[in-house]
């Protein structure tokens, strides 16, 4: 008995060590702390995935962080709990490094796709909380679970397009600015060049006319 208690703990210890730790936060920590910390943010669709080889290919519609040009983008995933594949098809907000020019996604980002919400439990753990003593759920708890199913749907969609909002503003403030610096120093820049010639023109001139007297 000892032993089988002792084999059970150190398989737990293994498994723990394995875990990846997602450090607790809020929904808009989690996106803040994503957005500053992703090589690449951008709305997209997942066109390709392959959970054997554990690769994937996204489609980028709008990209709001990154200097990446190209119009798709592959990524893959370490074979850990870490390591993230991304399964659903379809429309995706997506926080990720970049690793070799391909996306490098852990289980611990923001990233999601149109129609899921990562805050709320999936459905069999609810049912398990409204009917943890029933076999078959009743009229009321089939009820509250569509109920809750609906909610989820409609946050979703709520939080979608306010992250998408978020995002644009993101980009936007970014890009005015980095705009705003370049042509400030493309500005400076021509001036001196400009001064630069008067400068040297002036003294090829001085030279001249010395040497005439």
Aim: aromatic share 10%.
């Amino acid at each position: 008995m000892k032993t089988k208690l002792v084999i059970i703990l150190l398989l737990l210890v293994q498994n723990i060590s394995y875990c990846c730790d997602c450090p607790p936060s809020t929904r808009k920590e989690n996106f803040r702390e994503a957005l500053e910390a992703s090589d690449i943010v951008f709305y997209g669709e997942l066109i390709e995935t392959d959970s054997i080889t554990r690769k994937f290919k996204f489609r980028i519609i709008e990209l709001f962080k990154g200097n990446y040009k190209a119009r798709y983008i592959e990524g893959f995933s370490e074979d850990n709990n870490c390591s993230r594949v991304p399964s659903t098809k379809g429309l995706w907000i997506l926080f990720s490094r970049l690793n070799n020019n391909k996306l490098d996604m852990d289980i611990c980002n923001p990233s999601y796709t149109f129609g899921e919400n990562i805050n709320m439990p999936p459905i069999p753990i609810m049912y398990h909380v409204l009917s943890p003593n029933k076999t078959k759920r009743s009229v009321t708890d089939s009820l509250r679970i569509e109920i809750a199913i609906l909610n989820r749907k409609t946050e979703n969609i709520k939080n979608w397009f306010e992250d998408l909002e978020t995002l644009r503003k993101y980009k936007e403030e970014n890009v005015v600015k980095n705009d705003k610096n370049t042509s400030l120093l493309s500005n400076k820049s021509f001036t001196l060049i400009l001064l630069i010639i008067n400068i040297l023109l002036l003294t090829f001139l001085t030279t001249i006319f010395v040497r005439k007297k």
